[in-house]
């Protein structure tokens, strides 16, 4: 009730609220029948899981880990900012051309351009879907596993793609279990959520 009348007040004033970007939003799951390790998220809240992804991790918090990444880039706006930057990026590039060799500018451009998002934004994605998960009833402690298994498999080739836009499995784990402030609050909401919805059987967290 008072986040409401709150936000009634703020619109008035004609303020945004900071998850305004979210508003709207047409959140869908595309399950893609291919052998390809990878998930990603498109703008607007689509999503897509490729079955290759799901043949290596089957438990429901596994899947919630996978998800809550993906939902994380655009709850932070991960796409709107790489459009930004790609917009100076091509400006630079298009100064660059100019005036320096055009292949080593091609090179350039190709490095930056393909990777969909930096290595920044995939470990911030991996603390805000930490928070996600916990959220919405899944434990938490799941998460530096699965990122982890997910560097044990990267003999798979099907992995390498994966692999190529997004950190280590070995290195996103270790930042999760030392992110010990963002860890707890997962924690913590997980807590909060099964003393009050009893979600979880006594004991197991
Ligand atoms: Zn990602």
Not at 83 to 110: A, C, E, R
Not at 161 to 175: A, E, F, I, M, V
């Amino acid at each position: 009730m008072w986040v409401d009348q709150s936000r009634k007040k703020g619109k008035e004033k004609g303020g945004k609220s900071a998850n305004g970007h979210l508003e709207g939003l047409n959140w869908e799951v595309l399950v893609v029948n291919d052998h390809v390790v990878n998930a990603f998220c498109l703008p607007g809240g689509k999503i897509v899981v490729f079955t290759g992804l799901l043949e290596h991790f089957r438990t429901d918090e596994e899947i919630a880990t996978i998800i809550g990444h993906e939902v994380a880039h655009a709850v932070a706006r991960h796409a709107a900012e790489q459009i930004t930057k790609n917009l100076w990026f091509t400006i630079g590039q298009l100064i660059l051309y100019q005036f320096v060799m055009p292949d080593l500018v091609n090179t350039m451009s190709n490095l930056l351009l393909k990777l969909p998002f930096s290595r920044r934004m995939e470990i911030e994605a991996d603390y805000i879907g930490l928070l996600l998960m916990a959220s919405a009833g899944y434990d938490p402690r799941v998460a530096p596993k699965v990122f982890e298994k997910l560097g044990q498999v990267s003999g798979d080739s099907a992995l390498r793609d994966y692999l190529s836009t997004h950190p280590s499995g070995k290195r996103r784990s270790k930042l999760l279990s030392e992110a010990s402030v963002i860890y707890r609050e997962a924690m913590e909401i997980t807590f909060s959520m099964s003393r009050f919805q009893g979600h979880y059987a006594e004991g197991q967290i």
